[in-house]
């Protein structure tokens, strides 16, 4: 997730709008590949996941292979995400049946009717934030807000929103928010 999408995400999971599920391996993929992305020392990337590990405790879907194991269609590469959801809804327990997403831009490492037998969407984060959006649209435009204050704190040069969501690919959201500007 870009700079500006994962701590919108995680903001949002602070305010409850849902709650984020990860993995160790998600984890330590999602360090390697950011400190290479960004071209940073993956010492702050490791901060970064610490942190979210911190803010987030019960994030962690713990071991995944029971459940990466019946996997079939999807991406091997992928299962293990799909896993981490089968797990955290199973830790959950009877009294909680949460629905369980994957939020992703490959969509297509994603089996849709894989997905479906287990109960599981996929969704880009557009399509998510668009959906939240017409949920309640009050809370992701402060939450948007909030987010590019505090880039622009860290020192993120200020620009327009709709400049930053179109270069986040969050494109129907923009249109949504334009719309809303119009109406």
Known sequence: MSSVLRPLLLLLADRQ?????WSARIGREWVRNAARIWDCEQALVEQDWQAMQDRFPHADAGDLDAYEAGLRYSDPKDRHVIA???AWRARCGEQITPAASVLTWNLKDFNRSEMRRLGMDVYDPDRLLSFWWSQDPATL?????QTMEQLVTAGRQPEPLAVTLNRERLHRLRGLMIAAQAA
């Open 17 to 21: 709008a849902y709650r984020p599920v």
């Open 84 to 86: 981490a959801g089968l």
């Open 141 to 145: 435009r402060d939450a948007l807000a």
